[in-house]
C-alpha cells in the first residue's frame, strides 16, 4: 500500500489494507507510522505487485465484495478511503491494537480543548491553491460551544499560533495555545475530554481515537454529507460517526460555499 497525505490520512489509509489483509489472510507490506507502534508490515514481505491485480484510489470502495473474493491476488491501495462505514465494525481493534500509542495526561472532565487548522487552509500571501471543502471556521461557531458551559481550562491546538483566530480563541477564552509537534498535538487532543473538531481528517482521528465525552463535530466541507454528495462517486468521504451519542453535530453560519481561504474570508469568519 502506498501512503497519500499526511497523518490523517495516513491512518485510514493503514486500517483499510490492514482490514483487508487480515481478513483474507494476506501479506501486508505497509510503511510504520512514527507514534503508532503497531502499524507494522504483515507476513512475508510483499514484492512489486503481478498479474491477477486489483488497484483502488479515491475514497469509496465496495470493500465487501473486496473481503468476499477469496482468490489469489494482489492489491495495490493508493487512495484515502475516509468513510467511517469501513472502520466501525472494527473500532474496538483498531482502537486498542492498531493504533494504540501513547497519549498526553488525560485532560480534566471540565477542561475543552479546541482544535483550529490554519497553515494550508490559506493562501494568504502565498501562490498556493488550498482545498475547497477544506473550510475553517467562524468565531461564532467556537463561542457558541465555550458559553455552553464553564469550562475550567480551554486549550486551543493548533499548527500555526500566531493565527489571528488563534489569538482571538486565546484572548476571548483566556485559554492556553499548543502548538507542538504533529504527534504531540494529536496526543493532547487524543486525551481530551471535550474536544472541538476542525474540517480535518487529523483532529477526526484524534477525537475518535480518544476517550472524550464530547466531540463537537462541525458540518462543513469534507465533513458535510449534503455537500459531499455532490462529488463523484469515488471520491465521496464520509466521515460522521453515527453510532456515538458523544457526537454533536453543529451546522456553523456561512460555510456553504466552496472555501477560498481569502483575506475577505477571515475576516469574515473573525467578524462572525
Sequence with gaps: MTYRGRLGNNLSEYCVGRIIAEHLGFNLRAAPIPGFPNVKSLGVPVGEPIDPCQRFDGHRIDLARILSDRSPRHIVLSGFFQRYEYFRPYKTVIRDGWLAGDAAEAAGLDELTIHVRAGDTWRIGTQRAVHTEYHALPFSFYRSIVRSRRWSRVTVVTDDPSDPMVRKLADDTSGEVQSGS???????????????????????????????????????????????????????????????????????????????????????????
Design 182 to 272: 504533529v504527534l504531540d498535538d494529536f496526543n493532547v487532543m487524543r486525551a481530551s475530554a471535550n474536544l472541538v473538531l476542525s474540517v480535518s481528517t487529523y483532529a477526526w482521528w484524534a477525537g475518535w481515537l480518544s476517550n472524550a465525552r464530547q466531540i463537537f463535530f462541525p458540518v462543513a466541507g469534507i465533513f458535510d454529507e449534503e455537500r459531499v454528495r455532490l462529488k463523484n462517486a469515488a471520491w465521496q468521504q464520509n466521515l460522521w460517526v453515527d453510532d456515538e451519542p458523544r457526537y454533536q453535530a453543529i451546522r456553523p453560519k456561512g460555510v456553504e460555499g466552496p472555501w477560498t481561504g481569502s483575506e475577505d474570508d477571515r475576516q469574515r469568519l473573525l467578524n462572525s
